[in-house]
């Protein structure tokens, strides 16, 4: 909006065209986000509480779990993605057909999970959606995404698939596109979600890959820096940046709220949301499977809870005493917040390995 405007006038004010710059736009993206998850971040918080917009606690959970974090509101995505579509909308070129379709998956996904977290609190349970049903709205949202990219877009290498470490292993997937990038949309904000159990747990990790998709994005859609990395440039694809800038400070801000104890929780309106934008922009950047790198942490969470949930229908035993995995360690007594510091030490090595993928080619 902003952007538009401002890149207008460059004939007449010379000075606007620093504006132009994808650089100067993300770190403004990030500035934005973050201002103004802190300055609605508190009078939501106050709104929640007031009028018990709380979820329940699985009762199945750990008992440290219910006594403490009993009461605490939920549906704080809502502020993240106020944060995020905010500064996108300010500082994106709002020409371009990628940052309208993931402005469309954020907020289809929050829209969905935001109707989870009703649910949960309406009828005080953690079901929440039929889950069923709740596949259904992922599936339908996910699909129609693809048809955007497929119907609008002029990507050339959408079909492809890119594996790291090898400089021309590429697989032309033609139709299996769709079902492959039906999987990373679904499984990626399944993903986020489940990790999201214990204070910050999900937050860092989820900035932490917005961080590098920032500077993947960037260097996809710059003709110098991809050559030079033997990357396949796709135009236009540099301006993901200033979307992913945007959740990099809308997480930053929400940190502030989350770090434990947590003033409030992100729930599925976040946690959806930010899984499927994430995925979103690493099919439209063509790095899929260092987006599985970069998030091997979600990657593991839910691991975790396939095979819990296969082990016990074949053996009736559980491999973990309790999944996702961050459980398991809470069982065994580790405290929440060793928790979630060493799975963001873990969450800091797989980013590093996967941005290293960029050179090691």
Not at 45 to 64: A, K, V, W
Not at 74 to 100: E, F
Not at 112 to 130: M, P, Q
Request: hydrophobic share 50%; charged share 10%; glycine share 8%.
């Amino acid at each position: 909006m902003l952007f538009n405007l401002l890149t207008s006038l460059v004939d007449q004010y010379s000075f606007l065209n620093v504006f132009r710059y994808l650089t100067f736009r993300t770190g403004l993206s990030v500035m934005t986000s973050l201002i103004v998850v802190f300055v609605i971040g508190g009078p939501l918080i106050r709104l929640f509480s007031e009028n018990m917009i709380s979820g329940p606690i699985r009762q199945d959970g750990p008992i440290d779990h219910i006594i403490k974090k009993t009461g605490t509101p939920t549906m704080g995505g809502v502020i993240i993605i106020i944060g995020m579509l905010s500064s996108t909308l300010l500082w994106a070129d709002l020409n371009n057909i990628y940052i309208w379709t993931l402005i469309f998956v954020s907020l289809s996904l929050g829209v969905l999970g935001f109707t989870d977290d009703l649910l949960k609190i309406k009828h005080k349970n953690s079901r929440g959606l039929n889950s069923k049903l709740k596949f259904f709205g992922q599936l339908i949202i996910a699909s129609f995404s693809l048809w955007i990219l497929i119907q609008f877009s002029n990507h050339d290498y959408l079909y492809n698939l890119y594996f790291p470490f090898f400089k021309n292993l590429i697989w032309q997937m033609g139709i299996f596109f769709i079902p492959f990038g039906l999987f990373v949309i679904i499984g990626s904000s399944n993903a986020v979600n489940l990790t999201d159990g214990l204070d910050g747990l999900a937050t860092v990790p989820v900035m932490l890959v917005a961080l590098s998709f920032t500077l993947i994005s960037y260097i996809v859609g710059n003709t110098i820096f991809s050559d030079y990395l033997q990357l396949q440039y796709i135009p236009d694809v540099g301006e993901l940046s200033i979307f992913c800038g945007s959740i990099v400070g809308s997480c930053l801000g929400f940190l502030w709220y989350n770090a434990p104890p947590a003033k409030i929780f992100m729930g599925d309106t976040g946690s959806l949301s930010l899984g499927g934008s994430l995925a979103a922009v690493a099919i439209i950047a063509k790095h899929e499977i260092v987006l599985a790198i970069i998030g091997g942490l979600f990657v593991l969470e839910t691991v975790s809870v396939i095979i819990q949930v296969i082990s016990f229908k074949l053996t009736g035993k559980r491999i973990f005493k309790m999944a996702p995995i961050h459980h398991h360690f809470e069982q065994k007594g580790w405290a929440e917040s060793t928790i979630v510091i060493r799975f963001w030490i873990i969450a800091i090595i797989l980013a590093l390995i996967g941005l290293a993928t960029l050179k090691l080619r």
